[in-house]
């Protein structure tokens, strides 16, 4: 992968968890609420995600289990990409 497609991953992460970021403040669920919903007994997990913090990310099974919580599709978690 070249140095301009791994910026432009990245770039779809950092939006991708800002748009979760989002969704969550919104909803008025704290990161303890949402990491317990993702299985994890801290905040330090949605804490590091949202800090973007040693390339911490959501993966595809948070994604499928935040879109169950949440009553949507999991295509509405995903920010638009910018081709």
Same mark, same amino acid.
């Given at each position: 992968?070249?140095?301009?497609?791994?910026?432009?991953?990245?770039?779809?992460?950092?939006? !991708?968890?800002?748009?979760? @970021?989002?969704?969550?403040? =919104?909803? =008025? %669920?704290? $990161? !303890? =609420?949402?990491? &317990?919903?993702?299985?994890? &007994?801290?905040?330090?997990? %949605?804490?590091?995600?949202?800090?973007? $913090? #040693?390339?911490? &990310?959501? #993966? !595809?099974?948070? *994604?499928? %289990?935040?879109?169950?919580?949440?009553?949507?599709?999991? =295509?509405? *978690?995903?920010?638009? !990409? @910018?081709?």
């Amino acid at each position: 992968m070249s140095k301009e497609e791994r910026a432009e991953v990245k770039a779809y992460y950092d939006a !991708l968890t800002e748009h979760i @970021k989002s969704m969550r403040q =919104k909803r =008025k %669920i704290s $990161q !303890l =609420k949402l990491s &317990n919903i993702l299985g994890h &007994n801290s905040t330090s997990f %949605i804490a590091r995600i949202e800090l973007r $913090q #040693n390339n911490a &990310n959501y #993966n !595809l099974a948070h *994604l499928v %289990i935040l879109a169950q919580e949440w009553g949507m599709d999991i =295509k509405e *978690l995903l920010p638009s !990409l @910018k081709v």
